[in-house]
Structure formats: C-alpha cells, structure tokens
C-alpha cells in the first residue's frame, strides 16, 4: 500500500540552527513529493513539492528538499530556522498520474528564541 | 483565483445526530475535490475524492458518505455521527494534472 513515513513527530529548534525532516514513501512507479506548512492558526499551505527535473527543490521562505530516489526520501532542509517558522510540517506523495494524496503524520516544529 | 469555502467553522453535534459539511470552490471548473481528516498524531487521512459530479470514490469504510451535485460542490455527510468522528475536516481542491492541493480553512467538528 503507498504510505508516507515522518518519523520525527516533534522537534525543538533554537533559532539559527539547522533543520532537516525526514520523509519517506513507499511507492511504485512515478512519484509526485510534496512539503505542505500549517502555521498555528493558518490553513494548509504548500510549501514546495517535486514533479520531475532537479531533484533539489526550492521553495518558500528559504525550504528545500531533495529527492532520493533510491533512498525513497524527501527530506525537508533549511539552513538557518527563524521563530516564525514554528508549525506543522506535511510530507505528502501521490502516485504519477493518480488522484489520490497520501499525508505523513506531520511534525512540530518549535523554534525558541 | 480559486477559492474554496468551507463552513460551518465550527461544529458541536451529539452523537446520532446527522451532519452535513458543505465545501464550495470558486475560480476553477471541472476540480477534482477532497475530503481529508485532520486528528493530532495521525496526520490528514483521505475520506473521499471526486473527479467530477456524481463520481466518489471512497478511501475509509466509515459512517460517512460524500456527494458531489454540482461541480464546484462537495458535501460530507452522516446519518448518525459517532464520538470517533470528532476532528478537523478539511476540502481540498486540484486543478491539473501536475498541480498540488489547495486545502479550505477546514470545519472544526466535536461529536459529544
């Protein structure tokens, strides 16, 4: 069955520091990898996300994330987290060409002054 | 641009009571459309998606059922709502092949 794996569901970060979450997934075939935010208070947003091409992705706010193909990860990076940047973070997949988008369980990220 | 509207944004039902959410989409034609559950822990599990009126198709074997009547239309509902129900109901919506989810502001719903 395709599934989407964060294994770190809570992280504590001082500003400044480095971030990286994991995400793995389990599927066959095409892959489309996306990274989706939940600010507290906020809706849903996305971040960035991965079709084909430059497996690096850069997206908002200074994110990226790196498509391993033969590691079947997605990890999310920044380089130096700020305060603001404290929310929800998803890892979702969807099979290319299919319908259907599969969530991570999400990780917390606190970020402390 | 689209749009998706969610409502209500809050929402305290008995149990056994029925439900009925409504999400409407604006600024697109012809989406396919999502409901997905949000519970803290689990992440956002798909209920249902649709990829066009009268199409459902259903990801969980639950007391729920969606219906699509019209196109920019998605209503989630239930004839009894049971205490498991509980949680964050969020529509999403996508245009095209290669475009993400753009998610509603969701429905808060406590089943007591």
């Known amino acids: ?113 | 641009s689209q749009t998706i509207h969610q409502w209500p944004a809050t929402l305290v039902q008995p149990v056994g009571s029925p439900l009925s959410l409504e999400c409407t989409v604006e600024g697109t034609s012809n989406p396919n459309l999502y409901w997905y559950r949000q519970a803290a822990g689990r992440g956002l599990q798909l209920l249902f998606y649709s990829v066009g009126i009268g199409q459902i198709s259903s990801e969980v074997p639950q007391n729920l059922s969606a219906s699509r009547p019209q196109d920019r239309q998605f209503i989630l509902s239930s004839k009894k709502l049971l205490l498991s129900d509980s949680g964050f109901y969020l529509c999403a919506l996508r245009q095209g092949e290669n475009s993400p989810l753009h998610f509603g502001n969701g429905t808060r719903l406590t089943v007591t």
């Open chain 1, 1 to 113: 069955a395709q599934s989407v794996s964060q294994h770190n569901h809570h992280v504590i970060l001082s500003e400044a520091a480095s971030l990286e979450l994991g995400c793995n997934y389990s599927y066959g075939g095409t892959v489309n990898l996306f990274w989706y935010v939940q600010y507290p208070g906020q809706h849903l947003q996305l971040l960035l996300k991965y079709f084909s091409g430059d497996p690096l992705v850069k997206g908002i706010k200074g994110f990226e994330a790196e498509f391993i193909k033969s590691k079947f990860s997605f990890n999310l990076r920044k380089p130096s987290v700020q305060w603001s940047d404290t929310a929800e973070y998803f890892c979702a997949a969807k099979g290319g060409g299919g319908n259907k988008l599969t969530f991570g369980t999400g990780t917390q990220l606190k970020v402390e002054l």
